[in-house]
């Protein structure tokens, strides 16, 4: 090759990476995301001097180890077992690459933008701009959208790029593409009753032979004695509210005056708070929280979003947590929405936000859905995030019958389509699958994805009071808090002994159940099957509907 050949293809290269480097590509994203179901676009274009709020997720440090550290402080079986790091230790590892974060702030800076909040760890950063800035810095268009039965409204893209030398440093941009999946409560599962009426006769509108619940019920079925309260002064549990979700103390006071229970407050309201309108998932979840695990310091966190320029409350929330130098220990959250709505690079950076979460020693437990199996087209299963994350505890429902519990149809359970199925759980997942006769179809799941719920708890016909009046709720909003409760206890025996919390629950749950015979209460009954999609049954051991079973405190606290 001669000299003028050699140069010609040394100033092609450099052309080429200098183009590359401009180039426009998305992140999450190849093509436009559909709208998703239940959204609208609106007729006007929303006005270009909107603020909005965008969060960009910068590529963290370290995530390798931090994944076999995760592991290690997780299992009973480990050295490290317990050996948790402080928020400090946490933020340092993770912390990007000072290229990295140069490379993104001289970006910003090259666009104007000069304020911007970052995280402790400064592996998020959130910039406040014009919906006119927005589009031409993320080469995009924002719709205004409206939710065509909560009548709530939003603003997003439906697909945004960078420059190529940005796109490679972040793992998604928020509050662009993300919808949220509003629950709006169905009359077929919540019945408003008089309290002057409140007799015994009443039969639940899932099964006709299901008594109400109350929290006397809840001790009486789970083992857990007038003896079992909180004595800890450094144990705490929260419940995690969204989308307009509020409590009211006069409610929670008649709660505890109306089944019997000590008055006590909340510890700690972090966010708003609307007392004057309180929402049924909110009194639910704080009322039995704090009901199952008396005295125990309670959180209530609400975050706030999804209304035209806010942030997604999610990411917002996941933020904030891991960004708290003393988050509760354990945390129960009703949130969830198809896995197959979010984008691959979120799932796993949300993913590594859980891990940690799990290394400092708390616990994360999500409830499994109320949509059983989940149904595409008669064809195909819809697993439910976060219960699918394998980094978080899924918690389905049961219902009573007489003195047994059986599967209640509605509990979300199944396969996730991303995550691969976790080492803790593949014997007991396995030998489900091998020994179950009349398994759904295999073409309508992955049998080899990380399996939910882990364990469930009763989640019909709960009594709480609401606005003033006692009200009756199912879901698997009712489960997550009492299961909350019920760790929040086993942590606080372990607390009085100077032992570490039990932190990410998984591989303890599942050692714990094959170690000791009549840990969890095994249910082998029901069905959750969704419309023409055939579920997955109950059987011995641990199931797609109701995980591993149901928990015996009295049994759980002898070994924890």
């Known amino acids: 090759m001669n000299f003028k050949v050699f140069l010609i293809s040394f100033c092609f290269l450099i052309y080429f990476v200098i183009a590359n480097k401009n180039l426009l590509v998305s992140i999450e994203f190849e093509n436009e995301i559909e709208i998703p179901q239940g959204w609208k676009i609106k007729d006007f274009k929303p006005n270009p001097n909107l603020e909005l709020k965008i969060t960009l997720a910068l590529k963290q440090n370290n995530i390798e180890y931090l994944n076999n550290l995760f592991w290690e402080v997780s299992n009973p079986e480990s050295k490290n077992y317990g050996k948790y790091l402080t928020n400090e230790q946490v933020n340092n590892l993770i912390r990007p690459k000072i290229e990295t974060r140069e490379t993104i702030l001289n970006w910003l800076f090259e666009n104007s933008i000069e304020i911007f909040e970052e995280t402790k760890a400064q592996d998020f950063i959130n910039i406040k701009l014009t919906l006119e800035k927005a589009e031409n810095l993320l080469n995009c268009k924002f719709y205004s959208f409206e939710h065509i039965l909560s009548r709530k409204n939003l603003i997003r893209t439906l697909k945004y790029s960078v420059p190529f030398k940005i796109a490679k440093e972040l793992d998604f ?324 002994r100077n032992q570490p919390s039990l932190g990410f629950l998984n591989p303890w749950l599942y050692q714990t159940v094959a170690k000791v015979p009549g840990a969890l209460y095994d249910v082998t009954q029901g069905r959750n099957a969704n419309g023409c999609c055939d579920g997955f049954p109950a059987t011995v051991g641990w199931d797609p509907m109701t995980g591993l079973g149901t928990p015996n405190f009295a049994v759980l606290k002898g070994i924890v």
Not at 216 to 234: F, P
Not at 445 to 459: F, I, K, Q
């Open 173 to 496: 941009i928020g509050g662009t593409i993300h919808f949220p999946k509003i629950k709006i409560a169905s009359k077929s599962l919540r019945q408003q009753f008089n309290n002057h009426n409140n007799n015994n006769n009443h039969r639940s509108l899932i099964n006709p032979t299901s008594s109400k619940v109350d929290p006397a019920t809840i001790k009486q079925r789970y083992n857990i004695s007038a003896q079992d309260i909180g004595i800890s002064n450094s144990n705490t549990q929260a419940v995690h509210q969204f989308l307009e979700q509020y409590y009211s103390p006069k409610d929670l006071s008649k709660f505890f005056n109306q089944f019997g229970l000590p008055d006590n407050a909340v510890t700690r309201v972090v966010g708003p708070n609307d007392p004057s309108k309180p929402g049924t998932e909110a009194s639910l979840d704080i009322e039995y929280i704090m009901a199952t695990a008396t005295d125990v310091s309670t959180w209530f966190f609400y975050t706030d979003g999804y209304d035209n320029g806010n942030q997604e409350p999610f990411l917002e929330w996941i933020i904030s947590l891991t960004n708290m130098t003393d988050a509760p220990l354990v945390n129960s959250v009703s949130y969830g929405d198809e896995e197959s709505s979010i984008s691959d690079s979120y799932l796993d950076r949300c993913d590594t936000q859980f891990q940690l979460f799990g290394v400092q020693g708390r616990t994360l437990l999500f409830a499994s859905g109320d949509s059983g199996v989940g149904c595409k087209k008669c064809s195909l299963f819809v697993p439910d995030w976060p219960s699918s994350s394998p980094y978080v505890t899924s918690v389905g429902g049961t219902e009573l019958n007489v003195n047994n519990e059986i599967g209640v149809t509605f509990s979300g359970g199944g396969f996730s389509n991303h995550f691969a199925r976790p080492s803790y759980q593949d014997s007991a997942v396995l030998n489900y699958l091998s020994t179950t006769n009349n398994l759904p179809d295999q073409s309508f799941y992955n049998n080899t994805g990380r399996a939910y719920p882990d364990l469930s708890a009763v989640a019909t016909n709960y009594q709480i009071v609401v606005r003033g009046f006692t009200t009756l709720v199912d879901g698997t909003s009712c489960s997550t808090p009492t299961v909350a409760g019920i760790i929040a206890l086993l942590n606080d025996i372990r607390l009085q």
